[in-house]
């Protein structure tokens, strides 16, 4: 009870003292100065943040960003390594010659065109 | 909202509207004056809410951060920052989260934070250091106010002295006068950690000043 008594005691004297300490000086032309900043600041895109940088969270490695840009990139692997070993790019190159009549189906092949030849050589 | 807000100023004046108000108005004009008469009287109701918030909050804004910084120069600083990133992201604030004023705290806290970090103080020496090295000083030789006065800056010592956390707390519960539950959400943590922080700190801060407490204990001085 006396404990008790005693604590409330040093309670009330800490409050009294936490009382005396220094306040904020003043600062009167403050609020002037704040209004003046504002008008002559910039756009909004320049300001900070609200939260300071300890909160902010470090984005995961693997994200939904990351996923998207890995993803095409092995779908365009994968349709790379496929148009190549079934004569995809072959049927791409000859098909709009074939439907102008420049070349009849199955005449023209591309192989040679790369290897240096021209398409007529190629056929001789 | 806003047209409840447009209806509203109409019929009141600026100064009459509430915090969440003010800051919905000033979310909804823009910034800077042009040409056209409509958005300069927009523009300057904007600047008029902002004066209002500040004429309201500025002190108390300065208030949390002398006592988290002491330094009269980072005081002003962060005040100004935190009221700059009002006049340009009014919006940040989100209504029914929290009330106006302890987001207000929060912003400023994580300021004062932002700002310790950047101009990190030499750290001030602790309390045993302090007491020991406390000169005498002939008590009744002085002024009431002297007296009050020095009293005043063992405090400020003290207080310094305590963990960021802990001083974080009894500043916002004692010199600010909020519950424990707002400043629970300004600390970003959970009533009992509050409290606890409080505690610990009420102990210390008994500890450092034990001797004026004693003082002020014998002389019934303490009202």
New interface residues.
Partial sequence: MKHNQMNNQEDQALDHLLDLSTPAPASPQLARHILAAANASGPASNVVEFTPKRNLAKPPYLNPDNWLIGGLMAASLIIGIWSGTNDLSNLLVTAPLELAGIEQPGEFDIYPVLDGFSATESLL | MLANLKNSTQTQSTSALDDEQLLALMAHTP??ANNNETCTNQANNR?HA??IL??RH??KV??L???TLQS?AD??EV??EV???I???PD?FKPGKAKFSTWLFR?TL??C??RQRKTKTVPIEPFETVLRDEKPTPEQALSKDQQ?QQ???R??NA?QNLPDRQRQA?ILS??EGISNIEAAQIL?TSVEAVESLLGRA?RS??AA?AK??HQ??ETGN??
Wanted: hydrophobic share 45%; proline share 0%.
């Fill in positions: 910034q800077a600047q902002f004066s500040m004429a500025l002190d300065r208030a951060a002398w006592r009269h005081t002003d005040a100004q009221f700059l990133k006049w340009h992201k940040r912003v994580n300021a934070i932002d009050n009293r005043g800056e405090v400020n207080l009894i004692h010199f970003d009420r801060l008994k000043l004026d407490i002020l204990l303490n009202r």
